[in-house]
């Protein structure tokens, strides 16, 4: 059963706006991932935040996390229209897991 | 792609068929996963392997099974192709490390099953 899930389901911005992207999950975790996703190809990892890490940049990238509440979210600032893809949160489980489980994804539309 | 190929990268096939599709890796990784990917669900995962012929099931595992006899290739079976299974499947590898893995994604493959 899906573990993660983003919220909003689809945002539309324009070039150079922030991007905001939220991510509940229920169980307790090691650490929670972000994925990205072009059209017609795999995923690919963006970036990892640990249960013990509060916040992690990564370029553009901003990722909070906060345990209490179960729940993370994934900045982009000054989007590009090659920013336009789906995201997906992944997290593992308290053990460690080698399995992700990862949410439905939402669709970030950029426009130039 | 992290030395990951898939194949075929598309196939139609018909109900009732048998269908098999190749991962291929070229890193060593221990271990290996198959996905499937469908609109409204994200990406669940079928089965995966955590060494040679060591496969485990995953979230959606019935009707299809796996075979890792090689470290490089790890395969899925579509014992009998329903329609259900039209989707797309992905392929990952990871090394966990300190319990942090991070899954690398090969380019899918598309299965249309009329």
């Known amino acids: 059963s899906q573990q993660g899930e983003e919220d909003p389901q689809a945002l539309s911005i324009q070039e150079g706006e922030n991007a905001t992207m939220n991510c509940s999950y229920k169980?307790?975790?090691?650490?929670l991932q972000w994925y990205r996703q072009n059209s017609g190809r795999g995923l690919v990892h963006l970036i990892l935040?640990?249960?013990?890490?509060r916040e992690k940049h990564s370029g553009r990238l901003r990722v909070t996390l906060d345990t209490s509440k179960k729940s993370s979210s994934l900045l982009i600032t000054a989007s590009r229209a090659a920013d336009t893809a789906s995201y997906f949160c992944?997290?593992?489980?308290?053990?460690?897991?080698?399995?992700?489980?990862f949410g439905k994804g939402m669709k970030l539309t950029v426009n130039p | 792609d992290a030395g990951i190929t898939q194949s075929p990268r598309h196939k139609v096939t018909e109900t009732g068929t048998p269908v098999t599709l190749r991962c291929h890796q070229t890193?060593?990784?221990?271990?290996m996963y198959w996905y499937r990917q469908d609109p409204g669900h994200g990406l669940r995962l079928i089965h995966y392997?955590?060494?040679?012929?060591?496969?485990d099931k995953g979230e959606v595992s019935d009707g299809y099974s796996v075979s890792r006899s090689k470290t490089e290739d790890f395969l899925l079976t579509l014992e009998s192709a329903t329609s259900s299974q039209t989707s797309v499947y992905f392929c990952?590898?990871?090394?966990?490390?300190?319990?942090?893995?991070?899954?690398?994604f090969g380019p899918g493959t598309r299965l249309l099953v009329l």
């Open positions: 890193e060593n990784h221990r271990y």
């Open positions: 992944a997290t593992d489980g308290e053990g460690g897991s080698e399995k992700l489980v």
């Open positions: 392997s955590y060494g040679v012929k060591d496969t």
């Open positions: 169980t307790s975790i090691n650490n």
């Open positions: 990952a590898i990871s090394e966990p490390q300190g319990g942090q893995e991070t899954q690398y």
């Open positions: 935040i640990r249960s013990n890490e």
